[in-house]
Structure formats: structure tokens, C-alpha cells
């Protein structure tokens, strides 16, 4: 069957089915968990903290591990290790949702996290491996569109689940999808990629790695609650960032590093990855931001308010691989660079427009622009940035792109949170949060609302940079 399979379809629609599938399987989960977490801090008598672990703990185990596993794969084979991101994916899952207290939640969370990482790590790289350089910015965008769909059936999909079977219904949805996805990759992938041939590995980097990049996540993740002149956070923080000088300092003379700085050379691979970071900073608590917005001074159930946030993910559902096909015809940069104004724009709108009674056909316009904008920026950005990079080094070229935009997931909800928590009293966030729909005073309101646009303004003075530096990788070449 697979043998009559593979002659019937090219093998690179075949690879994209696997990756989409990856892809579509993470992005569900993500927006089925936001939407379950009010319940499941009711229902596991849990507290605010351990739910921003059970969410920044999964962030946190992908950015730390994506360039080891990419890493992994140009050594050891991506289908190999891709298929096996599957299977601890599904079992993470299983796992999570036969969670009976708050602290295992946050356990089986982090082999969520592991399984999760090695997918996004090796997914970009196959996708790569098996199409042309003129038809990558098209696959990619597919990608980005099956990613869209997920975004906007996760959040609807955990409100019906949460709604009608239950909390654990948002993790155990993923089993057998996950399952299904294992075995398709098992039977219809095959290795593409040429294998790195070195066999050392860069075990002192790695630890160097590991801690600092943990240290200062752990610092950005919490600084916002523990308070950013706290003695821990400060210790966490600038702990991180010495051993990562000292681990950049290290990787530039080590014969097999684990990042490869000399990919860094190529301005297309640096600037490319150094906008898509700010992108993901500027952009990625917005769905998080606007949920407390719908369920504090809106008053919305969840269901209604992942409904009501639709319009971002359609929109770049539709403009994905439209952007991806001008990509290979165009270039990437032109394209990206306007992406990312225009979710500069909605950014803008949404901190100048945002109120407690702003009608919410204004909104619509403010989350299309903005979703329009990262469709329009996503696939031409990744097919230039992997277009960068030599065959044998994909998959941690791989990583490190995915890596980059991980961290900047994790920082984008700590600066999300920093703000909210600064304006509005502990007690009020947590009663918003539960979905107790009671804003106790105008004050109270009005402290929310300010908090919400200072993030928006900052994310859209972020992706004004960001515009910057796309522009700046210099002129690219159509791919074909």
C-alpha cells in the first residue's frame, strides 16, 4: 500500500503530510490548553503560579532542547528521531491527562515538552529536504496554513471538550492523532538528508547550554510574579547570561559545536532568524492577552472568546501559502518586511482602540491585519533562512530557527504578564483568570485595560524593529 502510495504521489507531498500533521497535532494542543486552564486550576485546587508552570514549563523544555534534537537529527537521521517525537508527544498527553495534582500536571508537561521539541526541531529540515528550492517557500506555507487551522480549531475545539467531557479532554484529543502520526512517519518517510558524519558531540556546550538557557527563561518567565528586582530573578537572570557568553565563547572553537556560528555569517540566515525572534516576542502573547481581555471586563465564557479570536488565525490561514507561492517567484524579503508592518499596524490599532466597550467589528480589523501580517512574514522568512543552510547542517539550522522562536514565545508572556500584574492586583488577575467575570472597581478596570495597551504598544514598537531587520539581510534571490 505505501509502496503503490509512493509511486502514485511525489515523495515530497508525502513528507509534507507528515510534517503538517506534527505541526497541526502541537498548535491544537496549544490553544485546547489555554482555553481548559481556568478549569483546571479550579477542578486541581491549584494556584496562579503552578498554571503560568504547567504553560511556561512546556516553553521553556522546547527552547531548551530544539537545537540538541536538531542537532540529533543531522546525526542520527530525522525520520528516526521525528517519528519519536511522536511517540513521547502522545505519551506526554496520555499522561497529562491522567493528571491527578497540579505538580504531576507540570511533570508530564515536561515530556510533552521533549516530544513537542523534537518535532519542531527535525519538521522544518524534512520539509526541506524533500522539496526544490523552488517550491520551498510553498511547502512551508502550507505548513503555516495547517498551523493557522490549528490555532483556530484548538481554542474552539478545548472550549467544547472542557465544555461537555472535561479538562482531561484537551490532552487526551491528542492521543490518537499522535498515535496515527507515528505510524504514517514510520511506514511512509524515509531519510532525505545527508548525515553529518561527525561522531563527537559537544557535551560541555551542550551543559553550558542547558543551564544558561534555563536560568534566564526561568528569570524571564517569573520575573513579572516574583518581581523583577527580586534577588532570585536577578541571580537567575544574569547567571543565564554568563554562561551563555561563555558557552558562545566556547562553541567558536570547538571542532563539533552545538551551534554553529558559522552559519551566522550568511546575513540571510542571521537577519532572517534575528526578525523572526522579535516577531514571536512582539506577536505571540496576543491570543493569551486577549483571552483575559474577553473573560475579565468582557465577560465572555471561553468558548465565546477563542470564537470571538478567530479572525487572527483565519487570517493567516488564508495568506500563508499565498505568501509562500510570491516567495519563490519574488524573494523573500520584500515580502517579509511588509508582513511584519503590517502587524505592526494591528498592534497599533489594538493599543489605541482597545477599551472595555470597543465594538468588536474594530477589533476584527486590528487581528487581521496583525494575522495577516505573520502569514505574509512567516513562509518567505523560513524558506530564506533554511535556503541558508548547507544539507548536512539543516537540522540544527532547524533548531536554532525554532529555537530563537520559542524564546521569544516565553518572553513575549513574560513581558504579557509583567504588564498585566503591574497594574492589576494579584487577587483580580486570579479572579479574572478562574473566569469569575467580576472586575471589582473602575480602578480595577482601567488598570487592566492600561496594562493591555502598554503590551501592545510594546509588541508593536518591537515589530517596527523587526521590519528593520528584515530589510536589513540585503536583497534575496527568487528560490528556483
Given amino acids: 500500500m505505501i509502496a503503490a502510495l509512493h509511486r502514485r504521489f511525489p515523495y515530497k507531498w508525502i513528507a509534507l503530510s507528515s510534517t503538517s500533521l506534527a ?39 522546547t527552547t531548551v532542547f530544539l537545537i540538541h534534537f536538531g542537532r540529533f537529527g543531522d546525526l542520527w537521521g530525522r525520520k528516526r528521531l521525528f517519528n519519536l517525537g511522536f511517540w513521547i508527544f502522545t505519551a506526554g498527553s496520555l499522561l497529562c491527562g491522567l493528571a491527578t495534582s497540579g505538580g504531576l500536571l507540570i511533570f508530564y508537561r515536561v515530556i510533552q515538552g521533549v516530544g513537542g521539541a523534537i518535532i519542531f526541531a527535525n519538521s522544518t529540515a524534512i520539509v526541506t529536504d524533500a522539496f526544490p528550492k523552488g517550491e520551498r517557500g510553498r511547502a512551508l506555507g502550507i505548513n503555516s496554513m495547517v498551523a493557522a487551522v490549528g490555532s483556530i480549531a484548538g481554542p474552539i475545539l478545548g472550549g467544547a471538550l472542557v465544555t461537555f467531557l472535561g479538562w482531561r479532554w484537551a490532552f487526551f484529543f491528542n492521543v490518537p492523532l499522535g498515535v496515527a502520526g507515528a505510524l504514517w512517519c514510520q511506514l511512509s518517510l524515509r531519510e532525505m538528508g545527508k548525515r553529518d558524519v561527525s561522531v563527537d558531540f559537544d557535551v560541555a556546550g551542550t551543559g553550558l547550554f542547558l543551564v544558561g538557557i534555563t536560568a534566564l527563561l526561568l528569570a524571564m518567565s517569573f520575573g513579572g510574579v516574583a518581581g523583577w528586582t527580586s534577588p532570585a530573578i536577578i541571580g537567575l537572570g544574569g547567571g543565564g547570561l554568563i554562561l551563555l557568553a561563555l558557552f558562545l565563547r566556547l562553541e567558536q572553537g570547538a571542532r563539533n559545536p552545538l551551534l554553529d556560528l558559522h552559519l ?28 483575559f481581555y474577553y473573560q475579565g471586563p468582557r465577560g465572555d465564557d471561553p468558548l465565546t472568546a477563542a470564537i470571538l479570536l478567530t479572525p487572527l488565525a483565519a487570517s493567516l490561514l488564508v495568506v500563508a501559502p499565498i505568501s509562500g507561492y510570491l516567495s519563490d517567484l519574488y524573494g523573500s524579503r520584500g515580502l517579509s518586511s511588509l508582513g511584519l508592518a503590517l502587524s505592526a499596524v494591528g498592534l497599533a ?21 496583525l494575522g495577516g501580517g505573520s502569514g505574509l512574514f512567516n513562509s518567505p522568512n523560513t524558506a530564506a533562512v533554511m535556503g541558508a543552510v548547507p544539507p548536512e547542517k539543516r537540522g540544527v539550522g ?32 486570579m479572579r479574572i483568570f478562574v473566569g469569575q467575570h467580576v472586575v471589582t472597581s473602575s480602578q480595577t478596570l482601567q488598570g487592566f485595560l492600561t496594562g493591555l495597551r502598554r503590551a501592545f504598544w510594546l509588541s508593536a514598537v518591537i515589530s517596527g524593529v523587526a521590519v528593520w531587520v528584515s530589510m536589513s539581510r540585503g536583497r534575496t534571490r527568487p528560490q528556483h
Fill in 398 to 429: 532547524a533548531g536554532t530557527r525554532s529555537m530563537l522562536t520559542s524564546a521569544g514565545m516565553v518572553i513575549s508572556l513574560a513581558l504579557a504578564l509583567a504588564f498585566i500584574t503591574s497594574a492589576v492586583p494579584m487577587s483580580a488577575l
Fill in 349 to 369: 490599532g489594538l493599543a489605541l482602540r482597545i477599551g472595555a466597550h470597543t465594538a468588536y467589528g474594530e477589533i476584527v480589523l486590528w487581528l487581521i491585519l
Fill in 23 to 61: 505541526v497541526l497535532l502541537v498548535t491544537v494542543n496549544q490553544g485546547s490548553l489555554i482555553i481548559a486552564l481556568p478549569v483546571i486550576l479550579r477542578q486541581l485546587h491549584t494556584s496562579l503560579i503552578d498554571v503560568l508552570w504547567i504553560v511556561m514549563v512546556y516553553l521553556l523544555i
Fill in 264 to 291: 551566522f555569517r550568511s546575513r540571510v540566515f542571521a537577519m532572517g532568524n534575528l526578525s523572526a525572534f522579535l516577531n514571536s516576542v512582539a506577536r505571540m502573547a496576543v491570543m493569551f492577552l486577549l483571552i
